[in-house]
């Protein structure tokens, strides 16, 4: 095989990122070359100023017209072009980077438990990327959150019921691909265990492969089972079945266990090798050398990449398949799977108009996906699923302009920073909404002596993430809930089983995406 041939054939496995609302001249010439695709990330997508309300003030929005031309160029260039994005919902979005998603995440569909609902849900966003010409969808999540001091999983959970997350999975499945948006579970064997952070370092998970098959596999069994055209591989390490190595380099977890055991047919993509997790040890072209060698078949480069990057990496591939390290049929292999996907999510043909929700679907066809169906307005279907999962205990006061404290606890890297918080409903806000609360924000490392000491018996709503994981955040709640009786916590992020003494109320959105604050809000002004 020519040089040519097989420096083609390393392109076709790979998907590249980069910079800037336009196709750069280079990433132009790659698809030409023969390269698979891109994932579109939020600094791809340019915002303006849309005063029409929807589920929130007005605010910053995703500038839909630039998108659409955008995703237009990649398809001038190469119209079988897979183009991907990372649209979970809740508090890991692209599209509404600007000012949170209207969707609520995979925890608050789970903790509503009504699979139908959680259909609805990624039927509306998948008619959404459609309607933008992006095809593959970097979603749903479908790892079981059983660790609540897990520092990237969380709320992107259905929840910690492997049998619970299992059913959302295959009806986020077929709720994406009913519009022919290609799902694409993640992250294969299961990320739910782990307390640290595969961006950063390599998590091991030291259970029994017994323990994975009961606990971490339903998810992804129901996934498959529901027609999932591709599952991500998780950059982590599981000692009896991986060994030393992440799973994403592991032949036993990918070609053994997700092939040969759950019977996967569809392709096999890659979490981001810029990930430390896959390439701290060997960099990010050997990485994607060994995952292809261990049966990956659609390499996810990561959110930093430049020409030389991709060139280096189809470098190594084709280098390793002419000596022999990676076979030639595997590569060819890989290649042949990653066109399949972008052949069975074309773009060619739209999704119906938004409208009521078709109620002749054949319900028995839920799960596999059964083609286009009615679809609704995207808000409202939001909105709904956050009410529905908003859970209060104790007592809601009446509000008397309340003192709001939001703790800015650093967002995770998987879903980068975004508006979040219920000021913008409660603070300054419109109409029913404004209550003239006053607004202090703290980040860790602030001195809270002085809010401590003056909070009295005033109304104090505390707003935070993941609470139980931060000692500042968790400190200062104690503090404000032994002086004062008014004192009402609005969890947005995982709720865990910590409860402060003496608090009044405790109200966990299980999100903080811009539905989940509305529905907050809501609750708080009605009291």
């Not at 070609?255 to 896959?278: K, N, P, Q, S, Y």
């Not at 590569?331 to 999704?351: F, Q, T, V, W």
């Not at 302009?401 to 409660?426: F, M, N």
Request: charged share 20%; net charge negative.
């Amino acid at each position: 095989m020519t040089d040519q041939a097989l420096r083609r054939l390393a392109l076709r496995t790979l998907l590249a990122s980069f910079p800037g609302h336009s196709l750069p001249g280079w990433a132009r010439e790659l698809l030409h070359d023969g390269l698979a695709g891109y994932v579109l990330f939020g600094y791809n997508i340019a915002v303006g100023r849309d005063g029409s309300g929807g589920s929130g003030p007005p605010g910053a929005r995703a500038d839909t017209q630039q998108l659409g031309g955008l995703v237009s160029q990649i398809r001038a260039a190469r119209p079988d072009a897979i183009v991907g994005i990372d649209e979970e919902g809740g508090d890991v979005t692209r599209l509404a980077h600007a000012e949170g998603s209207c969707y609520p995440g995979n925890a608050a569909l789970g903790v509503v438990d009504d699979p139908s609902l959680t259909l609805r849900v990624y039927r509306a966003i998948g008619a959404e990327l459609r309607a933008l010409g992006i095809n593959l969808n970097l979603a749903p999540t479908v790892d079981v959150n059983t660790s609540d001091d897990n520092p990237i999983i969380g709320t992107r959970s259905f929840g910690v019921d492997p049998q619970l997350v299992a059913r959302h999975a295959a009806a986020a499945v077929a709720g994406l691909q009913e519009t022919g948006v290609a799902a694409c579970a993640k992250h294969f064997p299961g990320h739910g265990a782990t307390v640290v952070d595969s961006h950063a370092e390599l998590p091991t998970v030291d259970e029994p492969l017994s323990l994975l098959r009961e606990r971490e596999l339903p998810p992804f069994a129901a996934a498959v089972e529901a027609g999932a055209l591709a599952v991500m591989t998780a950059h982590i390490r599981v000692p009896e079945l991986t060994g030393e190595v992440p799973a994403t380099l592991s032949e036993a977890a990918l070609t053994g266990l997700l092939r040969g055991e759950l019977g996967f047919g569809g392709a096999i993509v890659t979490d981001a090798l810029e990930m430390r997790g896959a390439s701290a040890a060997v960099g990010i072209p050997e990485a994607a050398v060994r995952a292809l060698a261990a049966g990956a078949d659609l390499l996810c480069i990561g959110a930093r990449v430049d020409a030389p990057l991709v060139e280096a990496t189809a470098a190594a591939i084709a280098d390793a398949a002419r000596d022999g390290r990676l076979a030639v049929h595997r590569l060819e292999e890989a290649a042949a799977r990653a066109a399949g996907l972008a052949a069975r999510a074309a773009p060619d043909s739209a999704p119906r108009e938004p409208g009521r929700e078709d109620t002749t679907r054949d319900r028995a066809a839920v799960g596999r996906g059964s083609g286009p169906a009615t679809l609704e307005n995207g808000a409202g279907i939001g909105l709904t699923a956050a009410r529905r999962a908003l859970r209060v205990e104790g007592d809601l006061p009446k509000l008397r302009k309340p003192l709001l404290v939001q703790i800015d606890s650093p967002a995770t890297i998987a879903a980068g920073e975004l508006p979040w918080g219920i000021a913008r409903y409660l603070v300054n806000g419109s109409g029913a909404y404004d209550t003239g609360a006053e607004l202090v924000r703290l980040a860790p490392g602030d001195d809270t002596s002085k809010l401590v000491a003056t909070a009295g018996d005033r109304q104090i709503l505390v707003v935070s993430r993941d609470t139980h994981r931060h000692r500042y955040a968790r400190g200062l709640v104690e503090q404000l809930a032994a002086r004062s009786p008014e004192v009402v916590l609005v969890e947005m992020g995982w709720p865990a089983a910590w409860r402060p003494a003496g608090l009044r109320a405790y109200v966990a959105t299980y999100g903080a995406s811009q539905a989940n604050a509305r529905a907050a809000a809501e609750a708080l002004i009605a009291g």
